[in-house]
C-alpha cells in the first residue's frame, strides 16, 4: 500500500511541484515575451471541462457512519464481524442495503455507490477536514484546530473560481459549525479570504420561529443608510491602511459589498421562508432539524445557490439516542448501536429518499450533485464493548444526480469489509470528481500563504462514475 508521505502532498509540495513545471515553461515561453504573470493570468482562463451539474448538495454525516450496517454489509461474514441487522434487496438487482433502510432501497436505482473509498486519518477532526477539503492534513492529531494554513471547503473554492453573480450566494453552510473539542477546519475560506466564506447560519430550520435576522434590516435603517455606512467604513478603512495590514479583514471589503447585495434581495429571503411550504412536504421530509435542512437545501438550490453544506449534527455523538452524529462509542450496551437504531437510520431512512425523490420530480436531479459522506467508517471486527471504532482504511460514500451513473456501484471491499478489494478511492478523487462534473478543472491552481501556488485537489475525477 502507498505510504501516506506518497500518498498524500502537502502544501511544501505543491510549491516544488509548480516550480519545476512552470520554471520549464516560462523558459521556454519567456522568448516569446509570455513572462510568470501572463502565464498565470493564461492558466487561470483555461476552460474546464464541460459542467454536468449547476449545483452540489453535500450532506456531511459527522461521525463516522458504519458502512458495514448501511450501504456494504457483509451476512456471510462470521460472528462478530457482521452486524445484528440483515441486508435487503434494492430496487436494483444485486445491490443491497440494511433491512432498516427500506425507503432508500426503493431509491437505489437513483444513486451510485462507492464501497472502496480509504484514506489513514481516525481522527475525527483530521478526518473530516479530509473530507470537508479533499486534502489530507499535515498530522493525524485529535488536536489538529483550524488554521490559516489549511485548505478551504469545497464551496469556497467553488466561489472563487465559479461564483454566482448577484444576490444570490454561491456557498451557503448550515445549520452548526461542527467540532469534536475544537472546531473541526476545513469549513470556510482559509486562505482564498473571508469574501469566499460560506453564508453560515446556526439557526434550527426545524424551529417554529425559524428566521435569518441577518437578512433583515432595523426598521430605523434603509439600504440607502447602510450603503454610506460602508463608505465612510471604506474611508476609515484607507485612513488606518487596515486592509493592508490586516490579515484578518483581508477581503472584508467584497465581504461587505456581497452582504449587501443578499440583504436587498427578495429573492433569497423568500428561499428562506420555510413557511412557503406545503404541510404534507415538510412533513413528509421530517419534523427535525436535517429534515428541514434538506428541504432547505432544495429551496436553494432552486433559488440558484452553487454549493450547499448540510451538517448531520453539530458534534460526533455520545451517549444520547436523542441527538449526535455517528459515533457509536460510550453505549456498552449489549444490544448493538442504539443510537443507530433510534435516531441514525430513522432519520436517513426518512429524509434521504424524500429529499432524492424531490429533486428528481422538480427536474434538478440530473443537474444537482448530491454527495452523503462522513469522514470514514467503522472496524469490522466488533469491540468488547459491543460496537465499532474508526476505521478510514474502508468505507462507503453515496453520490446522485449531478453527472454521476444511477443503480449503480464503484469499487469493492474484501469480504470482512476492511479494506478495498477494487477501484480504491482516495478522498482526494471525491474532490476531483465533484469540481470536475461542476465544470471546473480539478487541477487549477490557486494561491496558499505566502502566494505559494498550489492545486485545488491532488487527485483525478473518477471516470467509472460519470455518465
Not at 45 to 70: D, I, M, N, W
Not at 122 to 138: D, E, F, M, Q, R
Not at 159 to 187: K, M, N
Not at 421 to 431: I, K
Request: net charge neutral.
Amino acid at each position: 500500500m502507498t505510504s501516506q508521505h506518497d500518498s498524500f502532498a502537502c502544501a511544501g509540495f505543491h510549491a516544488t511541484r509548480f516550480s519545476r513545471r512552470h520554471a520549464l515553461k516560462v523558459g521556454g515561453l519567456g522568448l516569446l515575451g509570455l513572462t510568470m504573470p501572463g502565464l498565470l493570468r493564461a492558466e487561470a482562463t483555461k476552460k474546464g471541462p464541460p459542467a454536468r451539474a449547476k449545483s452540489v448538495v453535500f450532506l456531511y454525516q459527522f461521525g463516522g457512519p458504519s458502512h458495514l450496517e448501511t450501504f456494504d454489509m457483509k451476512p456471510d461474514a462470521p460472528e462478530g464481524i457482521r452486524g445484528l441487522h440483515k441486508p435487503m434487496s434494492s430496487n436494483v438487482p444485486g445491490i443491497q442495503v440494511s433491512e432498516r433502510l427500506p425507503r432508500v432501497a426503493k431509491i437505489t436505482d437513483r444513486v451510485t455507490l462507492i464501497r472502496s473509498v480509504h484514506h489513514t486519518m481516525k481522527n475525527h477532526n483530521s478526518a473530516s477536514y479530509y473530507a470537508l477539503t479533499g486534502h489530507a492534513p499535515p498530522v493525524d492529531d485529535i488536536r489538529l484546530k483550524d488554521s490559516i494554513e489549511l485548505f478551504p471547503a469545497y464551496g469556497s473554492v467553488v466561489d472563487h473560481l465559479a461564483p454566482v453573480s448577484g444576490e444570490i450566494p454561491s456557498f451557503v453552510a448550515y445549520p452548526y459549525v461542527i467540532r469534536d473539542g475544537s472546531v473541526t477546519p476545513g469549513q470556510h475560506a482559509s486562505f482564498l479570504g473571508k469574501v469566499h466564506d460560506p453564508f453560515l447560519f446556526t439557526q434550527d430550520p426545524n424551529s417554529p420561529d425559524f428566521s435569518l435576522p441577518e437578512l433583515t434590516l432595523p426598521a430605523n435603517l434603509s439600504h440607502e443608510r447602510l450603503a454610506q455606512r460602508r463608505e465612510l467604513q471604506k474611508v476609515i478603512d484607507a485612513q488606518s491602511r487596515l486592509i493592508e495590514y490586516s490579515a484578518t479583514a483581508k477581503g472584508l471589503d467584497d465581504y461587505y459589498t456581497k452582504a449587501l447585495a443578499m440583504l436587498h434581495s427578495t429573492k433569497l429571503r423568500e428561499a428562506f421562508n420555510l413557511s412557503a411550504e406545503p404541510e404534507k412536504i415538510r412533513d413528509s421530509y421530517g419534523r427535525h432539524t436535517y429534515g428541514q435542512s434538506c428541504l432547505l437545501a432544495r429551496r436553494l438550490v432552486e433559488t440558484g445557490v452553487k454549493f450547499v453544506t448540510v451538517y448531520f449534527s453539530d458534534s460526533i455523538g455520545g451517549q444520547s439516542t436523542a441527538s449526535g452524529g455517528w459515533d457509536t462509542h460510550g453505549f456498552n450496551n449489549t444490544r448493538m448501536f442504539p443510537i443507530m437504531e433510534k435516531r441514525h437510520l430513522p432519520i436517513t431512512d426518512q429524509t434521504l429518499p424524500v429529499f432524492l425523490e424531490d429533486l428528481d420530480q422538480r427536474g434538478l436531479l440530473e443537474t444537482t450533485l448530491v454527495l452523503w459522506m462522513g469522514e470514514f467508517g467503522r472496524t469490522p471486527k466488533v469491540n468488547a464493548n459491543i460496537s465499532r471504532d474508526h476505521w478510514p482504511q474502508c468505507y462507503t460514500v453515496l453520490l446522485a444526480g449531478g453527472g454521476v451513473k444511477r443503480g449503480f456501484v464503484y469499487g469493492a471491499s474484501d469480504k470482512h469489509g476492511a479494506y478495498p478489494a477494487e477501484n480504491p478511492v482516495r478522498p482526494d478523487d471525491l474532490a476531483a470528481t465533484v469540481f470536475h462534473l461542476l465544470g471546473i478543472d480539478p487541477h487549477t491552481e490557486v494561491r496558499g500563504v505566502g502566494n505559494r501556488p498550489i492545486l485545488i485537489s491532488e487527485g483525478n475525477p473518477i471516470s467509472g462514475v460519470i455518465a
